[in-house]
């Protein structure tokens, strides 16, 4: 089972209906029977995914066992966001030095 | 001339690509990507760090090794085999970051056209483990999705 942080968020985003979940907490906190609405879903269903999201730090809930409002919490989100950032930020910053490499080659080449 | 722009997509749950042009010939771009001494000079992701090892062994089951170091002197390595080499258009290759991350499967792709050669490189996360297959799902639609999600969250925050 994945242990550390951003495998866990990874893991959690991996599911279409977790996915659409967070969607709908970005326009405010809601219940579980709110957010069984638009899902052919059980409470109990929906609770589950909750569950996972919960433990992967991505939604908070009210103590208030009826109710029991989600929210989103978008900190791990940005860590996943930022490893993707980081990665094409890799290959942008080295592919922009590639070009100048190129350059010289192409001159190189030229005067065979 | 402008620089290209990095395009990273989603190919399928466990595929992501990375693509970019090139304003050079495809035998030109290819020896950038697989001669030692050319790719020290650019493969070296953000500013300050070099590549004090670049070993490459191209051919089939030959092996590369690359280890960068920052101004600070962190280091940082890499290591992974070649399992097809088709010169000047393909490489399949795996790559090894350490225990953090799964093992990768990357294809290469030349392609040219009127000059410009664009690089595509598939990168395939595992799908052998069960962990690491939902991991790589997770990770391949949890990038797309939560670029749009944050987007929106920073939307919501401005």
Same mark, same amino acid.
């Given at each position: ?50 569950r996972v999201l ?59 | ?24 010939? #495809? ?59 088709e010169v000047p ?6 790559? #090894? ?6 093992e990768t499967l ?53």
């Amino acid at each position: 089972m994945a242990t550390d942080p951003l495998s866990a968020t990874f893991a959690a985003l991996a599911d279409p209906t977790r996915r659409a979940i967070l969607a709908r907490l970005l326009e405010g906190s809601a219940t579980v029977k709110e957010l069984s609405a638009p899902f052919a879903m059980s409470g109990p269903a929906v609770s589950k995914h909750l569950r996972v999201l919960e433990r992967a730090g991505l939604i908070k809930r009210g103590r208030e066992a009826q109710w029991r409002p989600c929210e989103l919490d978008a900190a791990p989100l940005e860590d996943v966001v930022e490893w993707a950032q980081r990665y094409r930020q890799f290959w942008d910053a080295s592919y922009q030095r590639l070009d100048k490499v190129l350059d010289h080659l192409k001159e190189s080449d030229h005067d065979r | 001339m402008t620089a290209s722009t990095t395009t990273l997509s989603t190919l399928s749950d466990e595929e992501i690509s990375i693509s970019r042009e090139f304003d050079a010939p #495809r035998h030109l771009v290819f020896d950038a990507h697989t001669k030692p001494e050319l790719v020290s000079q650019w493969l070296l992701g953000p500013e300050h760090w070099t590549m004090p090892v670049c070993e490459i062994d191209l051919r089939p089951g030959g092996s590369w090794h690359y280890v960068w170091r920052y101004q600070d002197g962190t280091e940082m390595e890499m290591r992974g085999d070649f399992r097809e080499v088709e010169v000047p258009t393909r490489i399949v290759h795996t790559e #090894r970051w350490g225990d953090e991350w799964p093992e990768t499967l990357h294809t290469v792709l030349f392609a040219e056209q009127d000059g410009t050669t664009t690089v595509t490189r598939i990168v395939r996360f595992p799908s052998a483990q069960a962990r690491d297959a939902a991991l790589a799902t997770g990770m391949m639609s949890g990038v797309e999705r939560s670029f749009d999600l944050l987007d929106d969250l920073l939307a919501a925050v401005a």
